[in-house]
């Protein structure tokens, strides 16, 4: 019997376990084999024959909701029928042995199979949003409920059954809370995390009413005085509120929007009175736990919360409650002996590992409502060669992702899902924009043409979730895993930064801008980079300025960033006045000889070796070490840098000496040496650095000794760039000696001998200031 005949003949039976109509499965084999007829789903049967089950249990619902709502109120006229849908998401998945990320992510692709209405699609992305929501409020459920309470020891059976029985009630009293209140509580973090607050409140106050209950943490802050002691009065708990204590352990969360929501939680409790799914003092909400309350009331919710989530849409998220005893620290735990894990078959994004960025960067995009696919108003434009294509760009690049990055399954599962959903949701805003610039586009046309846009900002998204995940993966391993090149990576940031803003913390745009920097100083200057092409030589700062061109935006702010870096060096170097000289030295160096000493290098080196130059052209003594050290200071440095500077194919990379004497100097030493800059000549002297008050000098005050001098530091005024049109280099000249290269190791060595100082190994970090 063939592979794909025996799991036909389990999925019949678990299926008629399910009491499932015969109807509905038939039509889901059929359905399957329709769209399975070039045989692309048999490896993954399993999973594609629980998507086509749900997707006929859906419309199955629809069909029976929409019947009844025209039969109105006369039972003769409604049909009756067994609801075979009325059963969980979750029991459906159990039974067919799915796991529910896996199910989620197979959805999305069978949507796009079989073509399912826009009602399919909107399921399948409130499931994703409850459940990354659900996830996310049970890490703060749990948090929050060691902090209230201590797990008895192992021998204390009987106390750490009720600690388990106290953690289910209060994870089941908001899940039946949540359910009762509006639609807006239920979709939003915020208010779920309130509610979640409040019943958290409730239980922990009816728990205290248990005398000398051994579960409750006495170290929590919101404990009642004297709570401990044998006479103790337990009537002063009516009216008493650890609300306050509770909140303190979220600071994010406002203490006062939570009393405005306990108004409101409260009545939802109160209807749990009325409709006996809750027993105890309706008046106080008190006695929900003592005296053997609680195993009733839990008995209660739960049958009331299964008869909630009887519905194929539905998850069941009871299933959080599994052994959480398990999940807590314990002996075994801190002795390197992992307990396993539970609840594998949900939602991923509570059991990564985050810091409280990653996890704000995580919650911002799971809060700001991800498209789980392509958008209807791009979708609409394409026919279906252009969605195959599109499509399979994307699955190629996942899987070729998937393969390379070394991820745990959880972490996988979130990064792909999250990344594909960001993508998703810029391309629909880049699109939606593009479109109101010109409405004639045609998009199907625009998205072939344009099909590295389509894969670099893919890339862009999966860059995005390495950062949020903590991958220490760079991006040019990422750019060479999608042979993309960085000068169209640098193109797609500044979309990605503009109409992503609602989805990005400040902590990912500043991710992106160090990535466009990262691109800017040295990646677009590859051997592969388009600028080669499109330029002969590379334009000067001015001649930028004034194109307009997708290329001269890109050198625009190359050369804003050469200039930005150029004045901090100078400025540590106390060399601001000779900038004018070195930028003239940098722009013809980038100009006029880029193609030999930009392409496959970095733009500090050229920074370095003009200043440098610039040096031993007005005889000031400072070697090449002096200006590393300063350039250490920097906070884009890298060691890199002056360590490893590209030679030429095939050979070793160098250091930043030899790269200056062999390379450097013989093409720019005829320039510099004969460089006249006039507005360097016509500079005024520079300001002195100290101003009486009388002379309303501007800048750091300063004391001394305590006592006020009356003496302000003027900060001395930043350099411009020069832009006389008549400045050049005047006739050529015999070259100086000291203008060819910088000294050699070991004329470096002899020279510092004579003095007390050591010379700054380039070769090895520097651990002290000589």
């Known amino acids: 019997m063939m592979k794909e005949d025996i799991i036909l003949q389990h999925f019949v039976a678990n299926c008629q376990k399910l009491e499932i109509e015969t109807i509905i499965w038939q039509n889901a084999i059929k359905t399957f084999h329709k769209l399975n007829s070039d045989g692309y789903l048999t490896s993954e049967a399993k999973d594609w024959l629980c998507c086509a089950i749900y ?15 025209e039969a109105g109120d006369d039972p003769a006229s409604k049909k009756v029928n067994g609801n075979s849908w009325n059963i969980s998401l979750t029991k459906l998945l159990r039974r067919m042995g799915i796991n529910i990320m896996r199910f989620l992510k197979r959805m999305e692709h069978w949507i796009y199979l079989a073509q399912s209405s826009a009602i399919s699609q909107k399921e399948i992305v409130d499931i994703k949003r409850h459940l990354g929501i659900n996830r996310l409020l049970l890490q703060h459920y749990k948090h929050l409920f060691r902090k209230l309470y201590v797990l008895p020891p192992a021998t204390e059976t009987e106390s750490r059954s009720h600690y388990q ?26 208010t779920g995390c309130q509610v979640l607050v409040c019943a958290l409140e409730l239980v922990y106050v009816n728990a205290l009413e248990v005398p000398s209950s051994d579960i409750i943490n006495a170290e929590f802050k919101g404990l009642p005085t004297n709570w401990s002691c044998g006479d103790f009065d337990i009537d002063l708990l009516r009216n008493y509120s650890a609300l306050e204590a509770i909140c ?17 939680f409260h009545k939802a409790v109160m209807s749990m009175f009325m409709d006996q799914r809750l027993l105890g003092n309706d008046r106080s909400l008190r006695h929900l736990i003592k005296d053997g309350i609680l195993e009733v009331n839990l008995a209660s919710l739960n049958s009331s919360y299964a008869q909630h989530v009887s519905d194929i849409t539905e998850i069941d998220e009871r299933i959080l409650l599994t052994h959480f005893i398990a999940e807590t620290p314990s002996k075994a735990q801190l002795t390197g002996k992992q307990l396993p894990r539970n609840g594998a078959d949900l939602y991923p994004y509570a059991q990564l590992s985050l810091s409280s960025s990653q996890r704000d960067n995580l919650l911002k995009l799971l809060t700001g409502e991800l498209l789980p696919s392509m958008p209807v108003h791009i979708s609409n434009e394409l026919d279906q060669h252009e969605s195959n294509v599109l499509e399979t760009i994307l699955l190629d690049m996942c899987n070729k992702f998937e393969s390379a990055v070394h991820f745990k399954g959880e972490a996988m599962e979130c990064c792909l899902h999250l990344g594909k959903g960001l993508y998703y949701t810029l391309l629909g805003k880049i699109l939606a924009a593009e479109l109101q610039r010109r409405p004639t586009l045609k998009v199907g046309q625009f998205l072939m043409q344009k ?17 949020i995940l903590g991958s220490t993966l760079q ?23 503009t109409h992503g803003r609602h989805l990005l913390t400040r902590n990912l745009a500043k991710h992106l801008g160090d990535l466009e920097v990262r691109c800017l100083d040295s990646l677009i200057w590859q051997r592969n980079s388009p600028l080669w092409l499109i330029y002969g030589n590379l334009p000067r700062y001015q001649h930028v300025q004034l194109s307009v061109s997708s290329a001269s935006i890109c050198l625009r702010k190359f050369y804003y960033l050469a200039n930005q870096r150029l004045v901090q060096l100078c400025k540590g170097l106390c060399m601001l006045e000779e900038y004018p000289q070195i930028w003239h030295i940098v722009e013809h160096s980038i100009s006029v000889h880029g193609a030999e000493l930009l392409l496959e290098r970095h733009l500090d ?40 500077v590209y030679m030429s194919p095939g050979q070793p990379t160098t250091d930043i000496i030899s790269f200056y004497n062999r390379c450097y100097v013989p093409r720019m030493l005829d320039y510099a040496q ?35 001098m009356n003496v302000f530091l003027t900060p001395e005024p930043m350099p411009t760039i020069c832009k006389a049109a008549d400045c050049q280099f005047m006739s050529k000249a015999e070259t100086p000696l000291y203008l060819k290269r910088a000294r050699s190791s070991d004329e470096l060595i002899k020279s510092l001998s004579l003095g007390s100082g050591k010379r700054p190994n380039i070769h090895k970090q520097r651990t002290s200031c000589q």
């Open 165 to 190: 029985m106290v953690y289910e009630f209060g994870w089941l009293l908001f899940l039946a809370a949540r359910n009762d209140l509006p639609v807006v509580v239920s979709s939003c973090l915020v």
């Open 55 to 69: 997707c006929e249990l859906q419309q199955a619902k629809i069909k029976n909701t929409r019947q009844e709502a």
């Open 605 to 644: 080196q050229l920074l370095l070796c003009a200043v440098h130059l610039c040096m031993r052209k007005l005889c000031l003594r400072s070697s090449f070490s002096d200006i590393i050290f300063q350039y250490r200071y920097q906070p884009h440095a890298q060691s890199a840098v002056y360590r490893e």
């Open 451 to 467: 099909n590295r846009f389509n894969a670099t900002l893919i890339a862009c998204c999966l860059q995005l979730m390495l950062h």
């Open 674 to 708: 004969s460089l006249h800059c006039k507005q360097f000549a016509k500079d005024a002297p520079k300001r002195p650095l100290l101003e009486q008050l009388s002379n309303n000098g501007h800048g750091e005050h300063i004391m001394s000794n305590g006592l006020n």
């Open 248 to 264: 303190e352990l979220i600071p994010e969360l406002s203490s006062k929007s939570v009393s405005m929501m306990r108004k409101i």
């Open 475 to 497: 991006l040019q391993w990422l750019l060479q895993l999608f042979a993309i090149n960085a000068y169209e990576f640098h193109k797609i940031i500044e979309l990605v930064v």
